[in-house]
């Protein structure tokens, strides 16, 4: 447990809530939260916070030299509907951050590094259901098509330099802590927000849109419960496939409406249809939970009775 931690876009949806509970695992102070602009009050009251841009390698080695910083979970991203909007931005961003990073654990500042890849690796060549770890991957996005060249430099870095980089390929992340970021799994973290200040909710995908989901709880333990795991254990270096649930906008819905009877819904798909319509609709994650023993802990009943609990507090 002896580790000093910087998070690299600590305020995002993940990184808020990884911050929080790496903190509570390491140490406050053993926790340097980062993101170009501040955080919210909690992140930046609880320890030590730095601005930083994630594409600035000069800067995040001054932090990493500050703080004696041994691990970094580099988060920052742009996501994958934000992305189409700004191409050029977000390969800048995805990709410069990461061989930043990479680069320094290569020059030995570091001695471990987290970075997130995604579904959107997968694309509309891919198999949809039960989708396996090695497999066709034709991304047909912006974001897509960073998180699959970041996979290959992760893996190129370790085969090549020894850089312990270990990944997940994160599903649609739910969460109530922090509003949506702009990717296309988010309406089902808007969802729940609407549904108790508005009581109804229209939805950018079609009410049949099935695609592979994860409560926050568990996609914070999964990252976690990776680093912690020994090297030898880890056998994919380019992104382990992570999985809990799935679901379709209706089924959502439906779940909601036991809570909230008098919740509606209206569906218009925009352009993020396509991209859903791009990804699988359920995850083959048997390599990570074989190899460092991964195990889910929430399905969609149980989501959406602690959200509600908590957005009415």
Not at 4 to 29: C, D, F, H, P
Not at 105 to 118: C, L, R, T
Not at 176 to 204: H, M, Q, R
């Amino acid at each position: 447990m002896n580790e000093t931690i910087l998070v690299l876009g600590a305020s995002g949806q993940i990184g808020t809530e990884l911050t929080e509970k790496l903190r509570s695992v390491y140490g406050k102070k053993q926790v340097i939260a980062s993101d170009i602009r501040g955080g919210n009050a909690a992140i930046m009251a609880s320890g030590p916070f730095e601005i930083i841009d994630a594409t600035d390698k000069e800067t995040i080695l001054k932090t990493v030299k500050k703080y004696k910083v041994t691990q970094v979970y580099l988060l920052a991203a742009m996501l994958s509907a934000t992305a189409e909007k700004y191409p050029q931005k977000a390969w800048n961003l995805n990709m410069n951050s990461l061989l930043a990073v990479l680069d320094l654990a290569k020059e030995n500042h570091i001695k471990q590094v987290y970075w997130p890849s995604s579904i959107a690796v997968f694309g509309p060549t891919t198999p949809k259901e039960n989708t396996p770890q090695k497999t066709i991957m034709e991304p047909s996005t912006v974001y897509g098509i960073s998180k699959l060249s970041g996979e290959f430099w992760c893996n190129y870095y370790h085969k090549k330099y020894g850089v312990d980089v270990r990944s997940l390929r994160f599903p649609g992340i739910i969460s109530w802590k922090s509003k949506p970021g702009g990717g296309t799994t988010d309406y089902a973290v808007d969802i729940y927000f609407k549904a108790l200040e508005d009581g109804n909710f229209n939805c950018f995908l079609s009410e049949n849109t099935r695609l592979p989901m994860m409560y926050m709880d568990d996609a914070v333990n999964a990252t976690i419960q990776l680093m912690q795991a020994k090297s030898e254990a880890i056998k994919v270096r380019t992104s382990y496939n992570l999985a809990a649930i799935d679901f379709t906008p209706k089924e959502i819905f439906e779940e909601i409406k036991k809570h909230v009877p008098d919740f509606t819904i209206t569906y218009n798909p925009d352009f993020r249809q396509q991209i859903a319509d791009s990804w699988p609709s359920n995850i083959n994650d048997s390599e990570a939970r074989k190899d460092w023993n991964w195990k889910h802990q929430f399905d969609l009943a149980t989501i959406t009775k602690d959200i509600l609990i908590n957005l009415k507090k």
